[in-house]
């Protein structure tokens, strides 16, 4: 359930650098750093004119 996996990893203190690890590894799939990725790539982030990347950093940095 990613809505469960995105809360788990809000309370995660390792978000950001878990997203970035899964990110490096190009992780197939899954939940990391509370964004949702498929082929190694961010996909349900979006900020207006940011990359998914970038956007899901901003988002996690904000919050920790």
């Known amino acids: 359930d990613i809505a469960r996996a995105k ?9 950001t650098t878990c997203l970035e690890g899964a990110l490096e590894r190009q992780e197939p ?4 750093g ?3 990725v498929e ?8 900020l207006r004119g940011t990359p998914p990347f970038e ?3 901003a988002r ?3 919050d920790g």
């Open 34 to 36: 509370g964004a949702v």
């Open 39 to 46: 082929q190694g790539r961010v996909v349900s982030e979006a």
């Open 55 to 57: 956007a899901a950093l």
């Open 7 to 15: 809360a788990i990893c809000a309370k995660c203190e390792l978000a």
């Open 29 to 32: 799939w899954g939940v990391w």
């Open 60 to 62: 996690l940095r904000q």
